[in-house]
């Protein structure tokens, strides 16, 4: 049975979100109220501990208390042989490995979470080696992009995972192809797993939405940046709007669009992005969007 989250659950989890993304806390948490279909984050307290009898259109991100209890058990007596394998340049504080490392479940991912009980897993709970594989393999931070290298011995310098931070209610797809500490990203797909509650109304229409996606950009650029690693980051797309639906004619000029998605693009050229795009083998353009270096976007423009 799947239930809303408590008050206080749900005051957490919009402390994260407007902590990690920079935003106000007041746009986190209507974010938060919409992963759960309701209007606004008095709503969605007003049906704290409630059952959800209908999850059709609710991004449930939270999980269930009764599930983090299943998983301490299960989770303690590999703690030790976890924070042994842990890699200071490969698992960041945000990875799930270095979450559970800390004793800090509360902030897992409901995904996760259900992933490492799921009765389908082949991992071998009496064995910690395969308990950490898994747990690699549900991560939903950065870390993920550096797991994907380091387990790619001959092409180290390539990684192009789906990293689904679920908390946030994100899908990003990216290519990242490094150079020793240098890196340039392409972000080729950025979704929103929520949106509005009501029928017709979009959340690229609300004014955090810009904010939203830039600041999970930032989150990259500064964990690869504390690792040392210093680069480029184009964003292509946000969810069904491609960057090269925004220039009106080649003289740079960009158009207007009125479905707010635009804004994430907007909001990048004005912290210091360029429109960019490379040429494919025939001389086509391709990877078109805003790109800026990870310095600029880890520094400028913070929400207040």
Same mark, same amino acid.
């Given at each position: *049975?799947?239930?809303?989250?408590?008050?206080?659950?749900?005051?957490?989890?919009?402390?994260? &979100?407007? !902590?990690? %993304?920079?935003? +106000?806390?007041?746009?986190?948490?209507?974010?938060?109220?919409? *992963?759960?279909?309701?209007?606004?984050?008095?709503?969605?307290?007003?049906?704290?501990?409630?059952?959800?009898?209908?999850?059709?259109? +609710?991004?449930?991100?939270?999980?269930?208390?009764? @599930?983090?209890?299943?998983?301490? $058990? %299960?989770?303690?007596?590999?703690?030790?042989?976890?924070?042994?394998?842990?890699?200071?340049?490969?698992?960041?504080?945000?990875?799930?490995?270095?979450? &559970?490392?800390?004793?800090?479940?509360?902030? %897992?991912?409901?995904?996760?979470?259900?992933? *490492?009980?799921?009765?389908?897993?082949?991992?071998?709970?009496?064995?910690?080696?395969?308990?950490?594989?898994?747990?690699?393999?549900?991560?939903?931070?950065?870390?993920?992009?550096?797991?994907?290298?380091?387990?790619?011995? @001959?092409?180290?310098?390539?990684?192009?995972?789906?990293?689904? $931070?679920?908390?946030?209610?994100?899908?990003?797809?990216?290519?990242?192809?490094?150079?020793?500490? =240098?890196?340039?990203?392409?972000?080729? /797909?950025?979704?929103?797993? =929520?949106?509005? $509650?009501? +029928?017709?109304?979009? &959340?690229?229409?609300?004014?955090?939405?810009?904010?939203?996606?830039?600041?999970?950009? !930032?989150?990259?650029?500064?964990?690869?940046?504390?690792?040392?690693?210093?680069?480029?980051?184009?964003?292509?797309?946000?969810?069904?709007?491609?960057?090269? /639906?925004?220039?009106?004619?080649?003289?740079?000029?960009?158009?207007?669009?009125? @479905?707010?998605?635009?804004?994430?693009?907007?909001?990048?050229?004005? &912290?210091?992005?360029?429109?960019?795009?490379?040429?494919?083998?025939?001389?086509?353009?391709?990877?078109?969007?805003?790109?800026?270096?990870?310095?600029?976007?880890?520094?400028?423009? !913070?929400?207040?």
């Amino acid at each position: *049975m799947t239930k809303y989250p408590s008050v206080s659950q749900a005051k957490a989890h919009a402390k994260y &979100i407007s !902590r990690t %993304l920079n935003i +106000k806390l007041s746009h986190a948490k209507e974010s938060v109220a919409y *992963m759960y279909s309701c209007f606004d984050f008095r709503e969605l307290c007003d049906k704290s501990g409630l059952e959800i009898t209908e999850e059709l259109g +609710k991004y449930i991100s939270t999980p269930s208390v009764s @599930d983090l209890q299943k998983l301490v $058990p %299960l989770l303690e007596p590999h703690i030790q042989a976890i924070r042994e394998h842990i890699n200071p340049i490969i698992h960041l504080e945000s990875s799930v490995l270095s979450k &559970i490392a800390k004793g800090k479940l509360y902030r %897992l991912s409901r995904d996760v979470v259900s992933g *490492m009980l799921c009765k389908d897993t082949e991992a071998d709970w009496s064995d910690s080696a395969s308990v950490i594989k898994l747990i690699e393999f549900l991560d939903d931070s950065v870390s993920t992009v550096l797991l994907q290298r380091s387990n790619k011995p @001959d092409s180290r310098n390539y990684a192009n995972p789906w990293i689904k $931070p679920t908390a946030l209610g994100l899908k990003v797809y990216g290519t990242y192809h490094f150079n020793n500490k =240098f890196v340039d990203i392409v972000i080729r /797909e950025f979704d929103f797993q =929520f949106d509005h $509650p009501l +029928k017709g109304n979009s &959340i690229a229409r609300r004014q955090w939405f810009g904010d939203y996606v830039v600041g999970y950009l !930032r989150h990259i650029a500064e964990q690869l940046i504390s690792l040392g690693y210093q680069g480029n980051l184009k964003l292509c797309r946000v969810n069904n709007l491609r960057g090269c /639906e925004l220039l009106e004619d080649t003289s740079g000029v960009y158009a207007t669009k009125d @479905d707010g998605q635009s804004s994430a693009f907007y909001n990048l050229l004005i &912290i210091g992005g360029k429109w960019s795009c490379y040429k494919n083998e025939n001389e086509k353009p391709s990877s078109f969007g805003v790109e800026i270096p990870l310095s600029t976007l880890s520094v400028k423009n !913070r929400a207040k």
